[in-house]
């Protein structure tokens, strides 16, 4: 991998995870006894970042953290990858938490506390609309407000990676800037829902064709241990991942997204990208968190078979 990257700035989210180790998470209305539980900074927004920055992207992040004690637990991954920060903002409210809850197949239930985060407004991206604009690759998700992500694909001049995670409500006109789109096979169905209505497709490839169909010039479709699906003009292809063992699935699909936007800013091609992106998703399954098990570029990632 190169690691002469232009730059790559994330708008987004800045946490601190809360992750809970226990056998099997809570049915409704249960409680159950947990064996641990440890902290770690997170946020999708600062995860994509950290991952972006490991492989060698001159990243910069562009968020909010509070003024309490969280804050620096919050920062410290991004500024230990080399993140930029300059463009972070200290506000009067908590830093944003999540509550994530890892049983022992490494899968994982996550309450999210927005925190600073809901103040993340289109003010915040006028003080940095240069950053924003001069992006290689302007990465955005959705935990910050649905009006700030319209503010900043306004703004931005380069190419836009939208991880539409969680589903919020965008103007189909700021959505369709995404190129490409990138959603789980969860959050696929329910932007389609959002742009055109009608029931749910019936395969992973339908909801990928119809999004294209809606006027996305690229989708990609995590699907888990499977890897991805692209589509473009060309079709849709599936890219697998790497048969590996599972600890934590905690923050895969960042870094996928921070991998992705890494080799984006760097010239390779979409389907090269996706496919050093999922092999990146699958080493952080292999360690506890999300951005401690992310790769730098002295790592070795796994093969598909």
Do not use: W
């Not at 920062?75 to 908590?94: C, E, F, H, I, Y």
């Not at 905690?250 to 389907?271: E, I, K, M, N, Q």
């Not at 996706?274 to 952080?284: C, I, Q, T």
Request: charged share 15%; hydrophobic share 50%.
């Amino acid at each position: 991998m190169s690691t002469q990257l232009p730059g790559v700035v994330v708008l987004g989210s800045i946490n601190v995870d809360l992750v809970v180790s226990l056998e099997r998470r809570p049915q409704p209305g249960e409680t159950l006894l947990a064996r641990s539980m440890t902290v770690f900074p997170g946020g999708k927004g600062a995860n994509q970042a950290v991952a972006a920055a490991k492989l060698g992207a001159p990243t910069t992040m562009v968020g909010a953290v509070g003024q309490d004690a969280y804050a620096d637990v919050a920062l410290s991954g991004l500024k230990a990858a080399g993140v930029d920060t300059n463009a972070v903002q200290r506000m009067d409210a908590p830093t944003g938490v999540a509550i994530v809850e890892v049983d022992d197949a490494g899968e994982n239930s996550i309450v999210v506390i927005p925190g600073a985060n809901a103040l993340v407004t289109p003010e915040l991206i006028a003080t940095h609309a240069d950053i924003i604009a001069d992006a290689g690759v302007l990465v955005l998700q959705g935990e910050i407000p649905a009006s700030t992500v319209t503010a900043a694909v306004t703004t931005a001049r380069g190419r836009v990676l939208i991880n539409l995670a969680p589903v919020i409500d965008l103007h189909p006109e700021t959505l369709l800037r995404a190129d490409p789109l990138v959603v789980n096979e969860h959050e696929g169905a329910l932007v389609l829902a959002q742009l055109n209505g009608g029931p749910a497709p019936a395969s992973f490839e339908e909801t990928a064709q119809a999004l294209l169909k809606c006027g996305f010039p690229s989708v990609v479709i995590t699907i888990g241990g499977a890897g991805a699906l692209l589509a473009t003009a060309s079709g849709v292809v599936q890219i697998p991942a790497p048969s590996v063992p599972v600890v934590d699935t905690t923050g895969a699909g960042d870094a996928f997204v921070g991998a992705l936007a890494a080799r984006l800013a760097a010239g390779d091609s979409l389907p090269d990208a996706v496919g050093l992106a999922v092999r990146v998703g699958a080493f952080s399954v292999g360690g506890e968190g999300a951005q401690p098990s992310y790769p730098s570029l002295e790592d070795e990632l796994p093969k598909t078979d």
